[in-house]
């Protein structure tokens, strides 16, 4: 299916790369994206994966070294006019004025559109009420908590009915239940306006939130899918060992079970075929050889260190950060 299609994803994007300048790895190497209609597609990858330098792409506040991206049928890199009217964009950092009240900054949100007049008050007064901030408006946002300052900021960028909403690191710095109540505004979204969301996060709860999810490492895509199909795609459940020495206890596993256990740092990772029978005998056979012990389902980051052999959280080297900035 070509990105021309009647069915074609809404976002679509190929090969991009990106790189910085004075680095010597590039920030994209050859990404590959896409968004259905409808849909929520989380870009998740840690610090210096590359997710920061695409979000910038994607909202045409950048230009990629190369490649092609097309919005609703539109070429980005050709009209990027047109696609912005296309776009509502959450910035990781708070773009709202905090003298001014809820009211008064959608208000001035909208003369940035060409909106005015009393189309513009009624425009603010429904998505007010939509969004549960009515009883705010007339507060200063300074008042504000985090979480109803974040659901301000996704309010000012629905003013001009965008079909598409680019939000990068939409919870950063906030409390779990602030947290919470940005994924059940965002899913509102996605279910009642049909709206479609890309959502940058380095936080793997927050992915299986998404319908479908890029991971990003150093650049590239190591994967993409749907959560569950992702995590389920692993197998086995996942027994994990912290043991002082792993290399001495690795030999003895691979000896003793004919299987070559994955180590990092202090842990060893194991997905045997008979969860019960193996730990069993690892307990056994080895309980004082280990200080601890856990089993669990494959999890998003289980896939993670499959794809790339090391944890989501590692040192990024110094020139690989530019995405971080």
């Not at 070509?2 to 069915?7: D, E, F, L, Q």
């Not at 008979?274 to 389902?297: E, N, P, Q, R, Y």
Request: hydrophobic share 40%; proline share 5%; glycine share 8%.
């Amino acid at each position: 299916m070509g990105p021309h299609s009647v069915n074609a994803p809404i976002i679509f994007a190929k090969e991009l790369t990106y790189s910085y300048p004075n680095q010597k790895t590039k920030a994209l190497d050859g990404i590959s994206l896409s968004a259905n209609r409808g849909n929520i597609l989380g870009l998740l990858g840690p610090n210096g994966g590359g997710k920061s330098t695409a979000f910038k792409i994607l909202s045409t506040l950048m230009t990629p070294s190369s490649g092609s991206i097309e919005i609703a049928g539109i070429d980005l890199l050709k009209h990027p006019e047109k696609v912005r009217a296309l776009l509502g964009v959450v910035f990781q950092f708070p773009a709202l004025d905090k003298k001014l009240t809820v009211l008064e900054n959608l208000i001035h949100q909208g003369h940035l559109y060409g909106m005015k007049g009393p189309s513009l008050l009624e425009k603010a007064e429904s998505l007010l009420r939509r969004l549960d901030l009515w009883e705010r408006r007339q507060d200063k946002t300074e008042t504000l908590s985090g979480g109803l300052k974040r659901r301000l900021e996704i309010t000012k960028c629905l003013l001009h009915s965008p079909k598409i909403l680019i939000l990068d690191e939409p919870t950063t710095g906030l409390d779990p239940l602030a947290r919470r109540e940005v994924w059940n505004l965002l899913h509102w979204l996605r279910e009642k306006e049909n709206i479609t969301i890309l959502v940058t996060t380095h936080l793997l709860e927050e992915a299986d939130d998404c319908d479908e999810i890029a991971i990003l490492n150093q650049g590239r895509v190591v994967c993409a899918g749907k959560p569950l199909e992702l995590r389920e795609g692993l197998g086995n459940d996942v027994v994990t060992i912290r043991v002082s020495r792993p290399t001495q206890l690795i030999e003895k596993i691979t000896q003793r079970f004919n299987l070559i256990p994955n180590q990092l740092g202090n842990d060893i990772r194991m997905q045997p075929k008979d969860t019960v029978s193996f730990v069993g005998a690892l307990l056994s056979d080895f309980s004082k050889d280990f200080d601890s012990l856990t089993v669990g389902k494959p999890t998003l980051e289980d896939l993670f260190i499959t794809k790339t052999g090391h944890r989501f959280w590692k040192e990024i080297p110094s020139d690989a950060k530019g995405d971080a900035l």
